[in-house]
Each structure stands twice: as structure tokens, then as C-alpha cells.
């Protein structure tokens, strides 16, 4: 009887969460008029934000990965003093909110040590273009980095200690055997981190701001559109960021079996 009542009551409790998410989601989707969602999708302002969404995300994904392939094999394959310390803090911003994190990275390039010495080269980081490719590679590299660490470390060192015997040095070892065997999860590490960075709002909102048609990513496009009332140009926004979710969630599915988070 008391095994029936425990199976009953967690059934109860994902049904009821899982049924109120997909609600949520098929209100957003079915909520707008089509010709409102054509028109919104095919405006100025959402194109502008779709192509600088893209070319940001993935400018902000080959930074992201190769930071991921760096710390996520250091962490994976060496102990060192510290070596717990170094994976909390790299971990640290995905218990940070965006809002925060973003807050950081303004005092970091701004007023400080650094902004002061990037300032006096020319580069004025904060509320322009490249700061929300430094948003997002702040925001998305921990997911990114996590995922390439478990990869990594589900590759026995046995491969790396025989191509070594063979002939190899420690770099020809990674990247003739570690790299290749973890393929996979490194692809899923760049999907993660492709989504994250599209879908960044709170880190580019503080660091890059909020411009109409200047630094106006997707999440930003929503956020304005919000503000102005203008709830089909939101919605549609919205959809757009799903779709992106949605397929980077499948793929990462389909590529989970050789990653052990």
C-alpha cells in the first residue's frame, strides 16, 4: 500500500509540473495570430536581432570551447594544490543570477586595473558590440567547460599510456586519441554553449545595455518589446528562443550517452 501511494504521488507531481510547463509553452505558441508572427518574424528589428544574435553566438562558441577544451582537460587529467578551488570558481557563475554576473563583468572592464588599461589602448568595451561576446563566453563557458570535463574524463588515461608508449608526446597522445574519443561530448558541449549564448539576457543587458538596434540580441528584442507593449513582436522573439532550446536539447540528447555529467 505505502509503495502504491510514493509511486502515486511522485506520478502526481511530474504530471502536474511537466503538464503546466508544456501549457506554458503552447500558450506562447498559440496565443499570437499567424500574420502577426510572420510580420513580427519578418520586421527590420527582428532580423537585425536574429543576425546579430547568431554571429555573436557564435563568435562567443569558439572562444567557449576553447577555453572548455583547455580548463575541461587540465581539470579532467592533472591534480595540483588547488585543483577543487579552481573547478568551484569555474563553476561559481552557474549559481550566479545573470544579473549579478553581468555586475561583475561591469566593474571588472570598467572602473578597475583593467578597464582603465584597456581604455588607455582605445578599447572602450562596455555598452558596445563586443561586450555581449563577453557576456555570453562569461555566461555560457562553465556549462560548456563542465560538459568537455565529464567528457574527458569518461576517455581512459589506458589510450593516452599506450599512444605514449607508441611514440607520441603528451600533445600528439590528446590530439590523435583524448580529442577524437571525445568528440561527442565536446560537440555537445558547443550545442549547450550555443544555446546558452542565445538565449544570454541579464549579463549582455548589464555589460553590453539595452540599444535599440545596436547591441539588440533575441532575449533583448523580447525584454523591449515587452516594455513597449508590443506583445506579438515579444512572443515571436519568444518562439524563436524555444526553437533554438528545443533543438539544442535534442541534440544534446542524442549525444548525452557519451557524456556522464
Given at each position: 500500500?505505502?509503495?502504491?501511494?510514493?509511486?502515486?504521488?511522485?506520478?502526481?507531481?511530474?504530471?502536474?509540473?511537466?503538464?503546466?510547463?508544456?501549457?506554458?509553452?503552447?500558450?506562447?505558441?498559440?496565443?499570437?495570430?499567424?500574420?502577426?508572427?510572420?510580420?513580427?518574424?519578418?520586421?527590420?528589428?527582428?532580423?537585425?536581432?536574429?543576425?546579430?544574435?547568431?554571429?555573436?553566438?557564435?563568435?562567443?562558441?569558439?572562444?567557449?570551447?576553447?577555453?572548455?577544451?583547455?580548463?575541461?582537460?587540465?581539470?579532467?587529467?592533472?591534480?595540483?594544490?588547488?585543483?577543487?578551488?579552481?573547478?568551484?570558481?569555474?563553476?561559481?557563475?552557474?549559481?550566479?543570477?545573470?544579473?549579478?554576473?553581468?555586475?561583475?563583468?561591469?566593474?571588472?572592464?570598467?572602473?578597475?586595473?583593467?578597464?582603465?588599461?584597456?581604455?588607455?589602448?582605445?578599447?572602450?568595451?562596455?555598452f558596445s558590440k563586443p561586450a555581449i561576446v563577453i557576456a555570453q563566453v562569461f555566461t555560457a563557458a562553465p556549462y560548456a567547460i563542465r560538459v568537455a570535463y565529464s567528457s574527458f574524463r569518461s576517455v581512459s588515461k589506458r589510450y593516452e599510456m599506450v599512444a605514449r608508449?607508441?611514440?607520441?608526446?603528451?600533445?600528439?597522445?590528446?590530439?590523435?586519441?583524448?580529442?577524437?574519443?571525445?568528440?561527442?561530448?565536446?560537440?555537445?558541449?558547443?550545442?549547450?554553449?550555443?544555446?546558452?549564448?542565445?538565449?544570454?539576457?541579464?549579463?549582455?543587458?548589464?555589460?553590453?545595455?539595452?540599444t535599440r538596434m545596436f547591441t539588440e540580441t533575441l532575449p533583448i528584442t523580447l525584454y523591449l518589446n515587452i516594455s513597449y507593449g508590443n506583445l506579438a513582436m515579444a512572443m515571436t522573439s519568444g518562439m524563436i528562443l524555444i526553437g533554438i532550446s528545443l533543438g539544442a536539447?535534442?541534440?544534446?540528447?542524442?549525444?548525452?550517452?557519451?557524456?556522464?555529467?
Amino acid at each position: 500500500m505505502g509503495s502504491r501511494i510514493f509511486q502515486s504521488t511522485i506520478i502526481t507531481i511530474t504530471v502536474l509540473f511537466v503538464g503546466l510547463l508544456v501549457w506554458s509553452i503552447v500558450s506562447l505558441v498559440v496565443m499570437p495570430e499567424g500574420s502577426e508572427v510572420v510580420e513580427s518574424a519578418l520586421s527590420e528589428e527582428m532580423l537585425y536581432s536574429i543576425r546579430l544574435s547568431l554571429i555573436t553566438s557564435l563568435l562567443s562558441v569558439a572562444i567557449v570551447m576553447a577555453l572548455s577544451v583547455s580548463i575541461g582537460y587540465l581539470l579532467a587529467r592533472f591534480q595540483f594544490p588547488g585543483h577543487d578551488v579552481l573547478r568551484t570558481i569555474v563553476d561559481l557563475p552557474m549559481a550566479f543570477p545573470e544579473l549579478v554576473l553581468g555586475l561583475c563583468l561591469l566593474l571588472l572592464f570598467g572602473h578597475s586595473i583593467l578597464g582603465d588599461a584597456l581604455e588607455r589602448l582605445g578599447l572602450e568595451l562596455i555598452f558596445s558590440k563586443p561586450a555581449i561576446v563577453i557576456a555570453q563566453v562569461f555566461t555560457a563557458a562553465p556549462y560548456a567547460i563542465r560538459v568537455a570535463y565529464s567528457s574527458f574524463r569518461s576517455v581512459s588515461k589506458r589510450y593516452e599510456m599506450v599512444a605514449r608508449s607508441l611514440g607520441y608526446g603528451h600533445f600528439g597522445a590528446f590530439w590523435k586519441v583524448v580529442l577524437p574519443m571525445s568528440r561527442g561530448g565536446l560537440f555537445a558541449a558547443a550545442v549547450i554553449a550555443f544555446a546558452r549564448c542565445m538565449g544570454c539576457f541579464g549579463t549582455v543587458l548589464i555589460l553590453a545595455g539595452g540599444t535599440r538596434m545596436f547591441t539588440e540580441t533575441l532575449p533583448i528584442t523580447l525584454y523591449l518589446n515587452i516594455s513597449y507593449g508590443n506583445l506579438a513582436m515579444a512572443m515571436t522573439s519568444g518562439m524563436i528562443l524555444i526553437g533554438i532550446s528545443l533543438g539544442a536539447i535534442v541534440i544534446f540528447e542524442m549525444l548525452n550517452r557519451e557524456v556522464v555529467l
